[in-house]
């Protein structure tokens, strides 16, 4: 039996990229380690400057479509657990309305995110059934991190979390 990570080359740009720099190579739980890898991509994003963070996620998830596309591909397996490039700009949308970087703030973003991406409600659930290819492995997390976003900005607004 092949085993599909051993298709992925750290090598290769392409596959560095959508496999969060390795980090979902990770045999456990390798959505919340590319989640993890993504903070500090977020907080040198943020410290340079908050209007960057846009930025990323618009070209994040345009390059992340072909990125998780071709490796996808490459592996022979949609949406392969190993590839976690959608997990940044998932976490990075959820950031969004909140960027600050106090730890208080990143961890309840990293918790909300998870849960709307391990959970999967509707219509996160239908669109990780219905869309394929690259688009549909970025378009549920993109979705998740929309949810995230709107739980993390009301529960900072309206509820003084942190």
Not at 3 to 24: D, E, M, Q, W, Y
Not at 104 to 124: E, N, S, Y
Not at 139 to 162: E, Q, T
Request: aromatic residues 12%.
């Amino acid at each position: 039996m092949n085993n599909p990570i051993s298709k992925i080359r750290l090598s290769n740009p392409v596959h560095l990229l959508a496999t969060g720099f390795g980090s979902g190579l990770s045999p456990l739980i390798p959505g919340t380690m590319g989640t993890l890898a993504a903070i500090p991509f977020y907080l040198l994003i943020v410290s340079l400057s908050t209007t960057l963070l846009p930025v990323a996620i618009v070209v994040g998830s345009a390059v992340g479509i072909y990125l998780c596309g071709r490796t996808s591909k490459d592996m022979g397996v949609h949406d392969h657990g190993s590839i976690v490039w959608d997990e940044f700009v998932g976490f990075w949308i959820t950031m969004l309305l909140v960027p600050v970087t106090d730890w208080q703030t990143v961890l309840a973003g990293f918790v909300i995110f998870r849960f709307f991406d391990m959970v999967k409600p509707w219509p996160i659930s239908w669109l990780d059934k219905q869309v394929h290819g690259g688009l549909g492995i970025m378009l549920d997390d993109i979705v998740a991190g929309l949810m995230s976003m709107l739980v993390v900005w009301c529960g900072h607004a309206y509820l003084g979390w942190w």
